[in-house]
C-alpha cells in the first residue's frame, strides 16, 4: 500500500510541474545556459529567472538575444558563406527545445518551403518560434 501512495504522489507532483510548465521552462534556461556556458552557473540561473519575470508583461522577449541566434547560426554557416540550409531552423529549435510543432503547423511555416535561408531570416524565424514558445509558457 505503501508503495501505491509514493506513486500516487509522485504522479500528482508530475501532474503539477507539467500543468505549469516547469519541465519547459527548465529545458530553455539549460539550453542557454549550455550556450553562453556562464562561468557562476547558479548565479546565471538566478538572473534568468529574474528577467524572465521581469518580462511577464512582455512576452515578446524570451531567453535568448539576437546575439545568441546569431551565433547559432554561425556555428551552422561551417564554410562562412551567409547561407544554411533552411532545415537547420528545425534542428536549431530542436536544440532549445522549442520544437512541438505539429506536421500541419511545420508546413505552414515560410522557412519549411525554402532550401537554404539566410542570418537576418534565420533569426526572425527562430526568434519568432522562441516568443510563440515564451507567450504560451507565461499564459
Known sequence: ????????????????????????????????????????????????????????????MELFTVEDIETMFDMWDYDKVGMIAASKVMETLKAVNCSDLSEEELRSRPWSQLSEVDKTSFVKYVRQELETRTAKMLK
Not at 3 to 15: F, I, K, P
Not at 43 to 56: G, P, V, Y
Open 1 to 60: 500500500m505503501e508503495d501505491d501512495s509514493h506513486y500516487v504522489n509522485l504522479q500528482q507532483a508530475r501532474e503539477y510541474l507539467e500543468k505549469n510548465s516547469i519541465p519547459k521552462l527548465l529545458e530553455s534556461l539549460l539550453a542557454r545556459a549550455v550556450l553562453e556556458r556562464p562561468p557562476d552557473l547558479r548565479n546565471f540561473l538566478i538572473e534568468s529567472l529574474r528577467d524572465l519575470k521581469a518580462q511577464r508583461e512582455s512576452p515578446s
